[in-house]
């Protein structure tokens, strides 16, 4: 019966009945019987009760000449002589008897001697149980074990897939297999089992790591049900307590490589879970190295789907870290994680409203620039980010439950880490501000926020999770009518974050634009939107967000409506270009963009007074729109 994961301590282990089935297995052929000499081991206690299988041992480690038949006697009669001197205390000597006869190297020979692509016999399985009866009576030295254990998972993890092989025969060598790694981990005395693990897994480890995913999966495999078993026994102490801080990161960091690379079926993949699951309830021993854990889920999200199991695994693995290094895991995002998302951006066009009438007035709205007060160099030369893998590890850490507040607490002082605000190259005082962005937005709350010169230095910062904090305020401000005076000073430094290309950081923008826009006057609004309307542009296609998309375009016809008259000569040259994606965008496959698109493409008819296009866009008819459009050359590039 297939073992399943523990639900509770137990005793796990079960009387293994696979070498009563090998036998079935083989082909009827006739024995050929090793010729029998004079017995040496004459001597020894257990002789006089296994006689034949004590013969027969001493005559085949003689005989360079060996047929599958000897060799499965062979294995047997190691068991059978093994089993007897423990089970009748019969051991005196046993160890001598091993030695001279080289069972352990003989074994070894056997599982080396193994073809590597097939699996027709059950001489692997036989020599697995030979390795456990050898165990059990401490006949073999570590480092024949070491040598006896890269032999065994080398005959077995390297064969080809399970389906081309013989399932039954394969289903039992590895059950043998996992009953002797058992064994050899629970053999006395007792007190080398946190030694007989290290030994173990150091060597599963090996081919854990390796370049072959079916080696690597079966590996994996085989630690997985080791756990379960030491998990199951219930006068053995948590696992993790047993292993090196590298092995257990090894051991979690390769179980979700495993579950990433390889087609593990329903059943091992509850092993994997199994596994997972012990290491996020013992966090403590198992996720110590936070960095560089931090830094695996960060490389791997990059490449899992948003809606896999795979990436509901890291972030389970991501809770738990955060819950008890919360601390430590703060500083790794703040600090380590942002380098990893780094590229440089596409300079964004410099015709149409960037370089208009009416720029120059939106882009100065305080004189100066973040760039320029904060002495930080143009937004054109910084480095910015396409990927928000960062982001979502660090919106997932603070969106953790903070019903003890530590999250919060902890935030604050990693804020205030000056080896933080090194890294960051400002002054504690100023990201002091940053912990209020996650706090209720109370009169005090946002009062403290108000900041102007604080907040234009941190957005100025090439940081997405400072960015996101400071955007958190601004949209917290922003709500407020009589504080958006505030905000508007900053617009600018706002808008130059839309070249981030970044989702989070994006809709915080755009929702900053929407809460002032709704607050000015058309003649405070006009100059932003001639500035903001440009930059929109690009959004319509964002291929991430179909939020970003919708929103971005309703956006741009809110800046439309906020023209005043004698400016919208200015204006008429970005709505032009906005006709085109606003027209494939009829297309998009989410139902509200569609439907926005349409609205957004008809207010720009009515704004252009194209009275046929208004005509054509109340029908809905893209083939005809398209046409029209064609015959006027309204191209992206007019």
Not at 576 to 591: K, W, Y
Request: net charge negative.
């Amino acid at each position: 019966m297939e073992q399943r994961p523990p639900s509770r301590p137990r005793v796990a282990w079960e009387e293994d009945e696979s070498s009563q089935e090998s036998s079935s297995l083989m082909e009827p052929i006739e024995v050929c019987e090793v010729e029998p000499l004079q017995p040496d081991a004459i001597w020894l206690p257990v002789y006089e009760e296994e006689e034949e299988a004590v013969v027969f041992i001493e005559a085949y480690v003689r005989n360079l000449e060996r047929d599958e038949v000897q060799k499965m006697k062979f294995l047997s009669n190691v068991i059978t002589v093994c089993t007897t001197a423990q089970q009748k205390g019969l051991l005196e000597g046993l160890d001598i008897f091993c030695s001279r006869n080289k069972l352990a190297e003989n074994i070894q020979v056997l599982l080396d001697e193994e073809p590597k692509d097939k699996l027709f016999t059950a001489v692997r399985q036989q020599a697995m149980l030979a390795v456990s009866a050898l165990s059990t009576v401490e006949m073999a030295v570590e480092d024949e074990m070491t040598f006896l254990l890269l032999a065994s998972f080398k005959s077995i993890f390297f064969l080809p897939p399970e389906e081309e092989l013989n399932i039954r025969l394969y289903s039992m060598t590895l059950k043998s297999m996992d009953n002797m790694l058992q064994m050899l981990l629970i053999s006395p005395p007792a007190s080398s089992f946190e030694e007989n693990l290290h030994k173990i897994l150091q060597v599963l480890l090996r081919f854990a790591n390796s370049q072959n995913k079916l080696a690597k999966e079966r590996a994996m495999e085989r630690i997985w049900r080791l756990t379960g078993f030491i998990s199951s026994c219930s006068d053995q102490e948590p696992f993790g307590k047993y292993l090196q801080p590298p092995q257990r990161t090894a051991i979690v960091l390769r179980t979700l490589e495993t579950m990433r690379d390889c087609c593990i079926d329903n059943k091992k993949n509850q092993w994997a879970k199994f596994m997972l699951e012990v290491a996020v309830r013992d966090s403590a021993s198992w996720l110590m190295e936070v960095q560089k854990i931090l830094r695996f889920l960060h490389e791997n999200l990059k490449k899992s789907n948003s809606t896999s199991l795979l990436r509901q695994s890291f972030f389970l693995v991501l809770k738990a870290l955060t819950n008890q290094f919360p601390r430590e895991a703060l500083r790794s995002v703040l600090t380590s994680l942002p380098s990893l998302d780094r590229y440089q951006p596409q300079q964004f066009p410099k015709h149409g409203v960037g370089q208009g009438q009416g720029c120059r007035t939106a882009w100065d709205l305080r004189g100066l620039s973040g760039s320029q007060l904060c002495g930080r160099g143009s937004p054109a030369n910084r480095v910015f980010w396409a990927c928000s893998t960062t982001l979502d590890i660090w919106k997932a850490m603070l969106s953790l439950p903070m019903t003890s507040g530590k999250i919060l607490r902890e935030l604050q002082n990693v804020l205030q880490d000056e080896r933080v605000c090194w890294s960051l190259h400002v002054q504690t005082e100023h990201t002091s501000l940053l912990n209020l962005a996650m706090m209720c937005p109370t009169e005090r709350v946002l009062a403290d926020l108000c900041d102007t010169e604080k907040l234009l230095l941190l957005l100025s910062l090439d940081n997405l999770p400072i960015l996101w904090l400071v955007l958190r305020a601004l949209v917290m401000l922003s709500e407020r009518s009589e504080m958006v005076r505030v905000v508007q000073l900053l617009l600018p430094e706002v808008m130059e974050t839309l070249q981030y290309d970044n989702t989070h950081i994006t809709e915080k923008a755009l929702t900053v634009f929407e809460n002032v826009i709704g607050h000015l006057e058309k003649t405070e609004a006009s100059p932003i939107a001639l500035a903001l309307a440009e930059r929109l542009l690009p959004l319509f296609n964002n291929q991430v967000s179909s939020e970003v998309r919708e929103r971005s375009m309703l956006l741009f016809k809110d800046l439309m409506e906020s023209v005043v008259w004698w400016k919208k000569g200015a204006m008429k040259t970005t709505v032009r270009r906005a006709l085109i994606p606003l027209l494939f965008r009829m297309s998009d496959e989410t139902q509200s963009v569609a439907k926005a698109s349409a609205v957004v493409l008809l207010a720009c008819a009515k704004f252009l007074k194209w009275k046929q296009l208004e005509q054509l866009t109340q029908t809905e008819d893209i083939w005809r729109i398209w046409e029209y459009l064609r015959l006027l050359h309204c191209t992206p590039g007019t």
